[in-house]
């Protein structure tokens, strides 16, 4: 028997005499051992955040894998070749004993995540910075997940190139600006470069070549790199003190003119691409947390903690628009096309914005915490968003604008042509299907000139007709026509005609029969009263009628008889 702890050994026991055979010392804290199969010696041991390999036999370790994670239990099942790893930060890896490789990654919790992209051909996958070491990579079709170790301490930002779908730049708090190749399904990192002396906050492409990277931190630096990918090594060409006070984003126009940069100095500066100062654009009363140019018109965004968006020309340097309606710090943005723009707020909510009518046209409201990234892409000719919240959520948004047009075109032809075939019904006097097409449009009041135009005989033949659904359909416009004198013998024969064809079980089996139970009620007894008075008040027509007539009989008879018949 094999057994190991967090005593940092591993001990081989004789069963027999319940003596120790063998002390291996471990690198670390053993939290799971799984033995593996043709070799009663070589075991896979959870030590710390490596799942490693050992020969018990020599004693040597053969190999390690790194989960990016203290490893909490390990779990297999039989005939499986796979072991699952459960980590402390809440995700279950699967792994392949044999190669000892990760097959799939199972994210329990993202934590607070800072920043999202997408990346490969058509946006097929989606890169994920969060309060971790490891990037997390999404595949968008099943949500399959890789964890892709490379960065020290937690990504703060990330940024794909524009010429290269396949090629991503991140950065954070470890100081580092790393530019990744995705490729095959799989992260490379290509180079790494250090530089600052803060954690980076904010890194993007040049639009126009992948050979540039534009970085900005804590430090209160904005830095211009170059990279060579032949020697896998980046440079910094040039270095400016760019704000008071820590930058917290920076951005580039669409053909690489300008360079525009956000810091908690309450200002927005705009750079030609050597770092040349080229304006300082002021008016917020906090500090900006996003910007972004327009990708079709001569236009800045920014967005800041005083709750306001404001546009900027890039020909006049001066704010042009403003949108107010944010009640809470602006986080991030971007522009889903020139006429629109999309934010998010610390409050949880996105908002899209009309720029030219300065309007808020949509609140989309599902995270329960502040957002602080948001990234676009355009599928099959509809816009997606997805954001992502400090509370782990990333939450997808779909652009329905066009197909809502589409669905509201095609309801409204379907219910011309059922008006027309429900007139032909009318027509025709086939009262059956002419009720049930318009119960199918979902027309009360037409159903209602229906009924009032039937005799009894035709209205018991069309209702009897119908199905259950259509009869729970039914039944609560009856108790709409109920609620209305002027309605109520239609609703009365509808009702009489149901209760005596159909059987009290089946009826209380009607998803509705509670409500119009509870409606018709008090109307119908209201009716009977009424009915009652008028009948009370018809007899006495007839007894009045009757002694009318006994009167003017009695004027046509000759004096004394009247005298005698009174005596």
């Known amino acids: 028997m094999i057994s190991a702890g967090r005593d940092k050994v591993v001990i081989i026991w004789n069963l027999k005499?319940?003596?120790?055979?063998?002390?291996?010392?471990?690198?670390?804290?053993?939290?799971?051992?799984?033995?593996?199969?043709?070799?009663?010696?070589?075991?896979?041991?959870?030590?710390?955040?490596?799942?490693?390999?050992?020969?018990?036999?020599?004693?040597?370790?053969?190999?390690?894998?790194?989960?990016?994670?203290?490893?909490?239990?390990?779990q297999s099942q039989d005939g499986e070749e796979s072991l699952h790893c459960a980590t402390i930060d809440q995700n279950l890896v699967d792994v392949s004993c044999p190669d000892l490789s990760i097959k799939n990654t199972v994210v329990g919790n993202n934590d607070e995540i800072y920043c999202i992209t997408f990346i490969g051909a058509n946006n097929s996958h989606l890169l994920v910075g969060c309060n971790s070491s490891f990037l997390r990579l999404y595949k968008v079709s099943d949500y399959s997940c890789q964890l892709i170790g490379g960065h020290s301490d937690t990504v703060l930002c990330m940024a794909t190139s524009a010429m290269d779908r396949d090629t991503v730049v991140t950065s954070g708090k470890d100081r580092c600006v790393k530019i990744w190749r995705f490729e095959d399904g799989k992260m490379q990192c290509l180079v790494t470069g250090s530089g600052h002396s803060d954690p980076v906050q904010g890194v993007t492409f040049l639009n126009q070549s992948i050979k540039r990277v534009i970085?900005?931190?804590?430090?209160?630096?904005?830095?211009?790199?170059?990279?060579?990918?032949?020697?896998?090594?980046?440079?910094?060409?040039?270095?400016?003190?760019?704000?008071?006070?820590?930058?917290?984003?920076?951005?580039?126009?669409?053909?690489?003119?300008?360079?525009?940069?956000?810091?908690?100095?309450?200002?927005?500066?705009?750079?030609?691409?050597?770092?040349?100062?080229?304006?300082?654009?002021?008016?917020?009363?906090?500090?900006?947390?996003?910007?972004?140019?327009?990708?079709?018109?001569?236009?800045?965004?920014?967005?800041?903690a005083d709750a306001i968006i404001k546009l900027w020309s890039l020909t006049e340097f001066t704010c042009v628009k403003q949108l107010e309606g944010q009640e809470c710090s602006v986080l991030s943005l971007t522009w889903i096309n020139?006429?629109?723009?999309?934010?998010?707020?610390?409050?949880?909510?996105?908002?899209?914005?009309?720029?030219?009518?300065?309007?808020?046209?949509?609140?989309?409201?599902?995270?329960?915490?502040?957002?602080?990234?948001?990234?676009?892409?355009?599928?099959?000719?509809?816009?997606?968003?997805?954001?992502?919240?400090?509370?782990?959520?990333?939450?997808?948004?779909?652009?329905?604008?066009?197909?809502?047009?589409?669905?509201?075109?095609?309801?409204?032809?379907?219910?011309?042509?059922?008006?027309?075939?429900?007139?032909?019904?009318?027509?025709?006097?086939?009262?059956?299907?002419?009720?049930?097409?318009?119960?199918?449009?979902?027309?009360?009041?037409?159903?209602?000139?229906?009924?009032?135009?039937?005799?009894?005989?035709?209205?018991?033949?069309?209702?009897?007709d119908l199905d259950m659904a259509e009869i729970d359909q039914l039944l609560?416009?009856?108790?709409?026509?109920?609620?209305?004198?002027?309605?109520?013998?239609?609703?009365?024969?509808?009702?009489?005609?149901?209760?005596?064809?159909h059987k009290p079980d089946d009826l209380l089996k009607l998803t509705g029969c509670k409500t119009w139970i509870e409606g018709l009620l008090p109307y119908t007894e209201k009716h009977f009263q009424r009915l009652s008075r008028l009948q009370m008040k018809s007899k006495f027509l007839v007894f009045l009628?009757?002694?009318?007539?006994?009167?003017?009989?009695?004027?046509?008879?000759?004096?004394?008889?009247?005298e005698q018949m009174e005596e």
């Not at 041991?45 to 490693?52: D, K, N």
């Not at 046209?361 to 948001?374: E, G, R, Y």
């Not at 609560?476 to 064809?501: D, F, M, P, R």
């Open 215 to 304: 970085s900005v931190g804590k430090d209160t630096t904005i830095k211009s790199w170059n990279v060579d990918y032949d020697t896998e090594q980046m440079s910094s060409i040039r270095t400016e003190i760019g704000h008071e006070k820590e930058i917290n984003c920076c951005c580039v126009s669409p053909g690489d003119e300008l360079i525009a940069t956000g810091g908690q100095d309450k200002v927005c500066k705009i750079w030609d691409k050597e770092l040349n100062l080229v304006s300082t654009l002021r008016g917020h009363k906090r500090g900006i947390w996003s910007a972004q140019f327009s990708p079709q018109d001569q236009v800045l965004a920014t967005g800041s």
């Open 17 to 74: 005499t319940g003596e120790k055979m063998k002390t291996i010392p471990v690198s670390g804290s053993v939290e799971g051992l799984h033995g593996l199969k043709g070799s009663e010696m070589h075991v896979l041991l959870g030590i710390e955040s490596s799942l490693v390999k050992w020969d018990l036999s020599a004693p040597k370790q053969l190999e390690a894998l790194n989960l990016g994670s203290e490893i909490t239990r390990l």
């Open 338 to 464: 020139g006429h629109q723009i999309v934010s998010t707020g610390s409050d949880g909510l996105v908002k899209v914005w009309w720029t030219t009518r300065q309007e808020c046209v949509s609140t989309l409201d599902s995270h329960s915490d502040k957002v602080w990234t948001i990234a676009a892409r355009e599928e099959e000719g509809e816009i997606e968003l997805t954001t992502g919240s400090a509370a782990g959520e990333i939450v997808f948004w779909k652009d329905v604008t066009e197909s809502a047009k589409a669905k509201k075109q095609d309801e409204a032809d379907k219910l011309v042509l059922g008006q027309q075939k429900l007139a032909n019904l009318i027509a025709s006097r086939q009262f059956s299907q002419a009720l049930k097409m318009a119960l199918r449009l979902s027309q009360p009041f037409t159903a209602l000139k229906l009924l009032k135009k039937l005799k009894y005989d035709e209205i018991s033949e069309a209702v009897q």
């Open 476 to 501: 609560g416009y009856t108790v709409k026509w109920n609620s209305n004198s002027k309605h109520s013998e239609a609703a009365q024969s509808v009702l009489n005609i149901i209760l005596t064809h």
């Open 545 to 562: 009628e009757a002694n009318m007539k006994s009167i003017g009989l009695n004027k046509d008879l000759p004096q004394e008889e009247v």
